[in-house]
């Protein structure tokens, strides 16, 4: 039997929370010089083109997983041939729309059941979603720590 926990925001508004940062890190991404997406780093840190395969590779599959129950492996297989910004942007566009199908999936009522993220997580869904929009958050500031050193202003992180 399914429970419904009390409500806070509804998955209409998560969504949009959630894609409000994926928009503004395509934003970033945006701002990077090409040459610089993927090979700018600093003190040992990934480029951020790596950091974006990241992103690529958790978002729009983990939710795919979510909605069929299907806990798959993590692995940036998906990410590994692209080779310029516009692949990457596209790719984002794409993960962008996966992800809002995939919304359309899930009831109210899932969100408080436990998955087992990449085999490796085993939390409530809701809980497997933030830690979506925080990890995002978490890399896009990296991001924006090297648009910084760049030289580059990034853009306003409220904006979104």
Do not use: C
Not at 74 to 95: I, P, V
Not at 96 to 115: H, M, P, R, S
């Amino acid at each position: 039997m399914k429970t419904l926990a009390a409500q806070v925001i509804t998955p209409e508004d998560l969504l949009k929370h959630w894609q409000g940062h994926r928009a503004l890190t395509r934003r970033v991404i945006e701002a990077f010089p090409e040459k610089d997406f993927f090979g700018f780093s600093i003190a040992g840190m990934r480029p951020f083109s790596k950091l974006t395969n990241e992103l690529l590779s958790i978002a729009s599959p983990a939710l795919k997983g979510i909605v069929n129950r299907d806990s798959q492996p993590f692995t940036e297989k998906d990410t590994e041939e692209l080779t310029t910004k516009a692949q990457y942007l596209q790719k984002w566009d794409e993960s962008t729309k996966k992800i809002n199908d995939n919304w359309q999936k899930l009831a109210v009522e899932d969100f408080g059941e436990t998955f087992n993220l990449f085999g490796q997580y085993e939390f409530p869904i809701i809980h497997n979603i933030f830690y979506f929009i925080d990890n995002e958050v978490h890399h896009r500031g990296q991001g924006y720590v090297y648009l910084r050193a760049l030289g580059i202003e990034p853009p306003f992180f409220w904006e979104r």
